[in-house]
């Protein structure tokens, strides 16, 4: 949903980016509203329209009572940075694609059913169910609700001092990501007790480490992706649900954290971990052993004790 309005909103600011332009077309977009939006844009392009009036003359191409002013202004306003809305470009066209993974597993069903060759008739239906069964993992996450209202959320930043101290790692590397590269190298994921955070910690750096452009919009999809990965590959190790990782993330990038946060609170969590290590294993080396001990000083089996001597009587020897 934030990847879509945020390549309108791209448009609307600046009509004039052709990389978006002559990649997308309107049926990538999943939201009837969004396609409208887009549709309109490509026809102010092709009749000149003066870049000053495109969002009135959008709002009148458009003709829903969803779609107006106040909305497409918000969209501009709040458009993403070049870097960012090429990154958003990329996820609204694999949203299209996964959810179009459906139609293409159709035709080899339907041939699999058709074919007289027991070959043949195999090697369809694998690939039929193969895809079928992506489109049942990948599809969901990317088609939006047509009644989903098209208003922008409004994030509510925290206080930074009621930050999970995990949370704040993550916090500081949205909002400035030029340390993942020096951070990644000694902030193990391990270290992170939950495993949602220790995921979008991992994907957080990977992302960040090349300068690859980061937001909460980014990085929530790629979480979301890694999950569906897992879900598809590990059906029995999907990592726990969560409410709304995107509205979470939305209120990390807004909550002000001083720079230089991740790698203070990353050594507190890195000494933590180390001493809870430790400890862990030496508990458990006392434990072995005290294990082996009980085996060495227990009875042995199959050995009796010595069984204790009849006296004797001393009886006079008789000569003959």
Do not use: C, K
Not at 48 to 59: F, H, L, S, T, Y
Not at 68 to 88: E, F, G, I, K, S
Not at 290 to 319: F, K, M, N, W
Request: proline share 7%; net charge negative; glycine share 2%.
């Amino acid at each position: 949903m934030r990847a879509e309005q945020g390549v309108l909103g791209a448009l609307l600011a600046d009509p004039n980016q052709p990389l978006i332009t002559d990649n997308l077309i309107s049926d990538d977009f999943s939201h009837p509203a969004h396609r409208a939006i887009y549709s309109a844009i490509l026809d102010t392009l092709v009749t000149g329209e003066d870049p000053g009036r495109i969002v009135a003359a959008v709002v009148t191409i458009v003709d829903r009572p969803d779609v107006d002013t106040n909305l497409l202004d918000a969209l501009a306003a709040a458009a993403p940075d070049d870097q960012r809305v090429h990154a958003y470009s990329q996820i609204v066209i694999q949203a299209a694609f996964d959810r179009d993974t459906i139609d293409f597993a159709e035709p080899y069903v339907t041939a699999a059913t058709q074919t007289t060759d027991p070959v043949a008739r195999d090697a369809l239906a694998r690939l039929g169910q193969a895809l079928t069964a992506q489109a049942e993992i990948f599809a969901p996450a990317s088609t939006i609700d047509p009644d989903q209202a098209l208003s922008l959320p409004t994030v509510v930043a925290l206080a930074a001092a009621d930050l999970h101290p995990e949370d704040a790692i993550i916090a500081d590397l949205l909002q400035h990501p030029e340390q993942a590269r020096d951070v990644a190298a000694w902030l193990t994921p391990d270290v992170f007790t939950a495993d949602e955070r220790r995921l979008t910690y991992e994907l957080a750096v990977s992302i960040a480490y090349d300068h690859d452009p980061i937001d909460a919009v980014i990085l929530a999809w790629n979480v979301e992706r890694a999950r569906e990965i897992q879900s598809l590959w590990a059906p029995h190790q999907r990592l726990p649900e969560t409410l709304n990782h995107y509205t979470h993330l939305a209120r990390l990038e807004v909550t002000a954290v001083a720079v230089g946060t991740a790698v203070t609170i990353g050594h507190d969590l890195v000494s933590e971990h180390v001493t809870v290590t430790l400890t862990r294993s030496a508990s458990a080396a006392e434990a072995a052993a005290i294990a082996r001990s009980a085996e060495v000083e227990g009875p042995v089996a199959g050995v009796e004790p010595p069984r204790e001597s009849s006296p004797t009587l001393d009886v006079p020897r008789i000569e003959l």
